[in-house]
């Protein structure tokens, strides 16, 4: 069992796998590809709620019923996706997801123990851009962290350098906290997660055989359902 130590550094744990041994970048596999555009002023890190309170619910509770499910081409992920606490990611995720983004993308990174990433149209794990085209701040809120297996986050290579692409935990990882937006957490198909867990790799942790991502079903979006738009990866939400 392969697991990556928790003294490890950052830039070794999230990193792309590739030719040459991890660079100074935590998440070179969520980095988008060379034509998305990246803001050259990014928002500030760790963007506050923007939601009105009216329009929120206790931190890290999502949406109080299953989000959506991911079918796999080994089984089916049932997801709650925390909207109310982090809005902005789950809006880009869903509307990735609604979109089609996400249909036919493999799992490009998987090491035992620790997670499971994806979300990158590419394969290669260096591609992928969000909703609006580039990239988008951190959403990283106090109560919700990398404590159990299933924890649902985005990727990145750095601060507020999110894309499309996501992690899924296997286990507790709090070095993780502070530095990877947690947006949602697997509620069902843990069998599932489990033989993603045990789909034999490479040397880089790359999947011997594909598993895939064949479609999104949405069952539920609060922000739709409030018809709460983030028009721009950094401006206030249209509510």
Known sequence: RQRVAPHLPLPALLASPSTSPPSGSPSASSSSSPSSPVSPSPPPHRLPCLLPAAHRRA???GSGKMALTLHT???????ELFCDTVPRTTFNFLALAASGYYDGTTFHRNIKGFMVQGGD???KGKGGASIWGGKF???IHPDIKHSTRGILSMA????NTNGSQFFITYAKHPHLDNNYSVFGKVIDGFDTLDTIERTP????HRP???VKIEHITIHANPLADQMIVFPSP??????
Do not use: F, H, Q
């Open 59 to 61: 931190p890290g509770g």
């Open 73 to 79: 081409s080994v089984g089916d992920l049932k997801v």
């Open 121 to 123: 149209p590419t394969g």
């Open 137 to 139: 701040a951190d959403e």
């Open 156 to 159: 990145n290579s750095g601060p």
């Open 201 to 204: 790799c490479n040397e880089k």
């Open 208 to 210: 011997l055989k594909e």
């Open 234 to 239: 950094s401006g206030p939400p249209d509510i």
